[in-house]
Every structure is written in structure tokens, then in C-alpha cells.
């Protein structure tokens, strides 16, 4: 046990490739070297030596030189591959990356079990924010009854610019853009996939339940617009794009959708690139953890920590999934404990009513209609959710109650 030596083959030198080799340079008393350093593009201008670098994924993952691979590429499917080869040789990795994380999981979850390996992921979700190990092995044994938080920078960067500067998504959007604090294709986060991804892993950790992402609903701030943001401002409230898990009697809730929030919510004053996470328990009672949800240096740090638990050859228990599995050992059945049917209460701002119609409306409580905006307040058949899941055509903003 302890402090052993890492080695480390590194794959992507991106925003947060670099910033994990900032922070390792900077953090004392680990005994961890990065020793190469795999990306893609040859062309591409570098700030440490080229003796770092190849392009050649083999070079890292069939020479046995490192005994910790760290992931940090920005493509899913590449990254799937490393990573399970990484594993099937036996060795631990550490990784950010959500939709491959989440999209996998099934097979990832057996591979560390087959090779007897680590793959960690605290960077994964909520940046730098300490959340998975606490899901893991603070809340162990605490009958947690809630997760949720704001868990994309990106969409919480533009909502607190619209509500502060009063202007309208196209805009801020692309002012976004231009500062790095959106991609340029934003659909991922904007559309709430990020979010669920990222709800979809902490649900793992906190109920021991895997569901795949096409079985959660999201929906964004893709379509949300200044009078929204008015429409809250003027109540006390702000708009927050959500991943919610919750437990309610023995079933379980999971989604991710914008939601309004008042004042006395720990999440109010969650602005631009901060992320929060609330955590409640039975006895434990409502607790909020808050830090810096993306970024080169903040997810550096979360990365580093995961290097430094496997000094002492840290692996995640996933003790409420074995659990889960020893009542059930079909992973897959875990869907089982999720509730579809159930109403819930929505504000839905719609153009044309024929935009509504897909949706199962069970009563409707506020109708407002004007020659610039209407809106709904009502309560939907959470299911019939489904029927609008990710269609890029569909211009409904729709928000929590
Ligand atoms: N950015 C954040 O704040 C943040 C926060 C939490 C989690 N994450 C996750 O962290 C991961 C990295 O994100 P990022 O923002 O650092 O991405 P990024 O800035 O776009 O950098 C991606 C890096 O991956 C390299 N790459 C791409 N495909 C590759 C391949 N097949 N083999 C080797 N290298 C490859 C690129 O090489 P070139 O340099 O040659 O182009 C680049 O260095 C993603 O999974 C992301 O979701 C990011």
C-alpha cells in the first residue's frame, strides 16, 4: 500500500492536458511523472519539448513503460478504445470524459472487474468539484434520498450573462464562443447531454443504479430566450440547466432539464462557470458543494487527485452497485427502479400551440398569451417527454417548477 511511483502515458495535451501538467508540475510530494504524451495533430505548435510527444497510440499503451493512463481526448469513441486496451493490459486509468464514461459504462464496469484495474473519473463530473469519491465513500452507507446540481459551466455561464446583462441567448452565445466558454458546435452542452451524462455517472455512485443515456430525458437551454429569463427575474427567481437523481417512495427520478430556482436554494448564487452539486440524506440533511465546473487548471486538479489515490492503489468499491447486483446481478436491470409515469409541473414557452401536441398535458394551472411570447404553466405526463428528446427542430423551452 502507498505512495508508489506513477508513471504516466498521457493521451490528449488539450485545455485540460495541459492543465493537468501545470498543476503536476506545480504539486509537491507525488511521485508521478508524465513520461509521454499521445495527441493527433502533428502540425500543431506545442509548449513543452516534441521529445514528449507521439502520435502513435501504441507507443503508450504496447510498450509497458507506464503503469497509469490518463485519457484526457475530446472524442468519445477514440477514447472508448484506448481506454479499454489500457484495461485489457492491465493497466489502471484515469479519465474525464463523461459521454464516453457514461455511454460505456456496462463494459468498463466488467473490464475492471475482469483485469482487476482502476479507472477513475473525478474529473468527469462537476469539474473540480470532490464529488464521486464523497458519493463512494462519505455517503456509504447514508440513505441518500437526493443528487442534483448545475453540472454544465457552459450553460450556467450563459444563463447568469443573460439575466445580468439583460440580453438575449443568440448573443451571449456567441460571445461565449468567442471566449472559450462554448464550443463551437454547442449542441452537447446547451441541449442538457453533458448534464445528463454527468447525472447519469453520480446516479451510479450515489444508488448504485446504470442506466444508458438514451433512457434518461434531457432537455436544455437551447431555446430558452430573454423573456424567460424575464418571466423568473421577476418572481425571484433564475433559471438553472439541472441533472436531478432522486429517490421519491422506492422508485428513482433521473433527468436533466433547466429549472427555476428561488432564493433560498443554495443554487441561486451558483454563477457563469460554477458548478454545485446538492447532496441530501436522511441524516446527513441537505449539503452543497460548489467549485469551478470546467476550466484548464481546476479540472487538472480533480485529474491529479485521481493520480495521486492510485499512489495508494485506490479503486471505487461501487459498494451501492454490487449491492444492487446482488439482488439483481442483470446490470441492465436497473431501469427497473426508475419511475416513468409520473406528472410533472412545467413552464413551457411555445409559439404555436400545434408545437404542444406531442406532449401528454395533464391540467393546465396558468395559460398567458401575447403578440410576443405564451406560455404554459402545466402539469405533463413525464413520459410524453420523450416524444420531443432530442429534436433539433422542436422550439420549446421548457423549465422545471
Ligand atoms: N475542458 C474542460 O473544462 C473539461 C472539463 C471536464 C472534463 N473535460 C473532458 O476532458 C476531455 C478533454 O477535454 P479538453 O477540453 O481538454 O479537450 P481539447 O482541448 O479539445 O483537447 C483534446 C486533446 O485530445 C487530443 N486528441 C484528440 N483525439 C486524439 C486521439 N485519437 N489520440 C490522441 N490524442 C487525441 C487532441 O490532440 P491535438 O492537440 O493534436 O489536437 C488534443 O490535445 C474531454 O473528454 C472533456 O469532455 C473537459
Redesign the pocket.
Known amino acids: 500500500m502507498g505512495n508508489k511511483e506513477i508513471s504516466i502515458g498521457l493521451?490528449?495535451?488539450?485545455?485540460?492536458?495541459q492543465g493537468l501538467y501545470d498543476v503536476l508540475n506545480h504539486s509537491e510530494g507525488l511521485k508521478a511523472n508524465i513520461d509521454k504524451i499521445?495527441?493527433?495533430?502533428k502540425n500543431?505548435k506545442r509548449k513543452i519539448e516534441s521529445s514528449f510527444f507521439t502520435y502513435d497510440?501504441n507507443v503508450i499503451l504496447n510498450q509497458g513503460h507506464h503503469n497509469v493512463i490518463v485519457e484526457?481526448?475530446?472524442?468519445?469513441n477514440?477514447?472508448f478504445e484506448?481506454v479499454k486496451e489500457a484495461m485489457s493490459n492491465g493497466v489502471s486509468v484515469v479519465?474525464?470524459?463523461?459521454?464516453?464514461l457514461a455511454e460505456n459504462f456496462k463494459e468498463l464496469y466488467n473490464l475492471q472487474l475482469k483485469n482487476n484495474v482502476a479507472l477513475i473519473y473525478e474529473?468527469?463530473a462537476g469539474?473540480s468539484i470532490p464529488i464521486i469519491r464523497n458519493l463512494e465513500e462519505y455517503y456509504d452507507n447514508e440513505l441518500l434520498s437526493s443528487v442534483k446540481g448545475i453540472l454544465n459551466?457552459t450553460c450556467n455561464y450563459i444563463l447568469s450573462r443573460m439575466e445580468l446583462e439583460n440580453k438575449d441567448y443568440a448573443d451571449i452565445l456567441k460571445d461565449a464562443q468567442l471566449n472559450g466558454f462554448a464550443e463551437s458546435d454547442p449542441w452537447l452542452d446547451v441541449a442538457g447531454f453533458d448534464t445528463k451524462f454527468k447525472i447519469l455517472l453520480l446516479t451510479i455512485h450515489a444508488f448504485g443504479i446504470v442506466l444508458k443515456p438514451d433512457d434518461v430525458f434531457n432537455t436544455g437551454i437551447q431555446n430558452v430566450s430573454y423573456d424567460d429569463i424575464l418571466y423568473a427575474k421577476q418572481r425571484g427567481l433564475r433559471i438553472k440547466m439541472l441533472g436531478v437523481s432522486q429517490k421519491v417512495g422506492d422508485k428513482y427520478r433521473v433527468y436533466a432539464l433547466p429549472h427555476f430556482v428561488n432564493r433560498e436554494s443554495e443554487l441561486f448564487n451558483v454563477l457563469y462557470e460554477y458548478n454545485a452539486v446538492e447532496v441530501e440524506g436522511a441524516f446527513s440533511c441537505k449539503q452543497t458543494l460548489v467549485g469551478k465546473?470546467?476550466?484548464?487548471h481546476?479540472?487538472g486538479s480533480a485529474v491529479l487527485s485521481d493520480i495521486s489515490a492510485l499512489t495508494y492503489d485506490y479503486k471505487y468499491g461501487y459498494k451501492k452497485l454490487k449491492k444492487a447486483l446482488s439482488i439483481n446481478p442483470n446490470i441492465e436491470e436497473g431501469i427497473k427502479q426508475v419511475e416513468f409515469d409520473f406528472p410533472i409541473k412545467l413552464y413551457i414557452r411555445f409559439q404555436d400551440k400545434e408545437q404542444l401536441k406531442e406532449l401528454e398535458i395533464l391540467n393546465v394551472e396558468e395559460e398567458y398569451k401575447s403578440t410576443t411570447t405564451n406560455y404554459i404553466i402545466a402539469n405533463v405526463s413525464f413520459n410524453s417527454l420523450f416524444n420531443i428528446y432530442n429534436k433539433r427542430d422542436n422550439k420549446l423551452f421548457i423549465c422545471g417548477i
Do not use: H, Q, R, W
Open positions: 493521451f490528449g495535451f488539450g485545455c485540460v492536458g499521445c495527441v493527433k495533430d500543431k497510440k484526457l481526448i475530446d472524442n468519445a477514440e477514447a484506448i479519465s474525464a470524459n463523461k459521454k464516453m474529473g468527469s469539474g459551466g465546473g470546467a476550466g484548464s481546476p479540472t
